[in-house]
């Protein structure tokens, strides 16, 4: 990504990063096949009404903490400040497991109504219930995650990541054989058990890592690693809060709006004549297979996004405009090159993987239009990135807004009209408005 020499934390982190996150998706993506062949699109559509929920719960409890933590631990590589950055790890987990429980709490016993009145469908109540046990156990592994993103060891997460997938996707294969022997019909509730069990053993992962890292940095006084007194503990609370807070607040917007957006996708879909089955089959087949593939390139680009930022923070504070110079000239250029190569695969190959993967042509035609949206995301991701690294979050969040605004617009006067396929338009047109507005915001760096 950038021209420093192998050992730059920047690329070796992005090629553990990478690595995992292709695998990761390489198993996801083939576990997503299986799902949809068990329950087919309306199934698939169900299990996908659900993710706005556990996304806004994500918001609310840890989004905004992680980055705060990620943050106040950075100095660690260079001061060897232990007792400092257990601190404020340990001062963001409480904070973030006290609301966690909250929010699990409230959509286990408010699961009807959430399903009847926001995602406006009875069917996902039994699988609210479920999921909501598992945003306890991912607020912490997403707390001890941000740590070891702060002091750029991105092993852990790593193996949070993997674990996670693998146990997920284990899981579920075991509970679909043994209903089988058992003569039972599989239900779309054993995907989100399997959710369930795979955030435990990320959860169990970062746990383990993070006592091995305090014993093996601090041996001799690991017990008495965290200060004593109250105000030590306030004065981390306050920190972290005055960052994540605001940070919080844009994620929830955010993911309302997302959430909306999805939630009325079949909806308007009906308005343009399908019937309620039909409508969730198409979003199934939307969300649940052709967009995964289509985002199954963006590891590379994930990863590049999660190391850039404390680079390019850091080059920021120190007044290193080439190094941040040369970052956006990069991430410009091989964000382009890459999208136009998975854009051409993708023209190519679109319609051949719906038929073999999915045995579903509809799913072929969304990834020949998505195709398109390649060279924009991995642009836009990678300069939103760089703008949060210069400390511009107020701009990243409006042009967030911004695309997500023109999105909403095609949900709810392009469908009616033109049936799922203004909704894929307005996706192309919101990823351009975005994209655009990032190089805008970066012109001076060019």
Request: proline share 4%; hydrophobic share 45%; aromatic share 12%.
């Amino acid at each position: 990504m950038l021209r420093i020499r192998k050992s730059n934390p920047l690329i070796t982190g992005t090629i553990i990063l990478t690595l995992t996150g292709f695998a990761s998706r390489f198993i996801g993506f083939f576990y997503r096949i299986f799902l949809s062949r068990m329950f087919g699109p309306e199934g698939m559509g169900i299990y996908q009404l659900i993710s706005p929920v556990l996304a806004l719960s994500f918001s609310l409890t840890v989004a905004g903490m992680q980055t705060a933590i990620s943050k106040y631990v950075a100095n660690e590589t260079m001061s060897r400040d232990y007792r400092s950055s257990s601190l404020h790890l340990f001062t963001g987990l409480g904070i973030s497991m006290s609301l966690s429980l909250l929010c699990t709490l409230g959509i286990y016993c408010y699961a009807e109504e959430i399903a009847v009145y926001f995602l406006l469908e009875k069917r996902t109540a039994p699988l609210l219930r479920i999921i909501a046990l598992s945003i306890p156990m991912a607020t912490v592994h997403s707390c001890i995650n941000g740590y070891f993103y702060g002091i750029r060891q991105t092993t852990v997460p790593s193996l949070c990541q993997l674990s996670e997938q693998l146990v997920r996707v284990g899981s579920v294969y075991i509970i679909y054989y043994y209903c089988q022997k058992q003569g039972l019909a599989p239900t779309i509730s054993f995907a989100v058990v399997g959710l369930v069990i795979g955030e435990c053993a990320s959860m169990l992962v970062s746990l383990i890592a993070v006592r091995a890292h305090f014993e093996n940095v601090v041996p001799k006084n690991y017990g008495l690693l965290l200060p004593r007194g109250l105000s030590n503990y306030q004065m981390a609370a306050s920190r972290l809060l005055k960052l994540a807070i605001p940070l919080s607040l844009n994620r929830v917007i955010i993911n309302f709006l997302q959430s909306i957006e999805a939630i009325f996708i079949p909806n308007r879909l009906m308005g343009y004549g399908y019937d309620n089955a039909s409508a969730l089959s198409v979003y199934g087949v939307l969300t649940g297979m052709s967009l995964p593939l289509i985002l199954f390139p963006g590891a590379i680009t994930n990863s590049i996004c999660v190391l850039l930022l404390p680079i390019v923070s850091e080059a920021d504070a120190g007044n290193n405009s080439g190094t941040i110079k040369k970052a956006v000239r990069q991430s410009i250029r091989y964000g382009f090159l890459l999208g136009i190569f998975c854009t051409s695969f993708f023209l190519c190959t679109g319609k051949p993987l719906g038929n073999l993967l999915y045995q579903n042509s509809l799913s072929g035609d969304f990834i020949i239009i998505l195709s398109f949206l390649c060279p924009l995301m991995y642009i836009a991701s990678t300069l939103n990135s760089i703008l949060n690294g210069l400390g511009k979050t107020g701009l990243t969040f409006l042009f967030s807004m911004a695309s997500l605004l023109v999105r909403l617009g095609f949900v709810f006067w392009g469908i009616p009209l033109w049936g799922i396929h203004g909704y894929l338009w307005g996706l192309l047109t919101s990823q351009a408005v975005q994209t655009l507005l990032c190089m805008f915001a970066v012109r001076k760096y060019r």
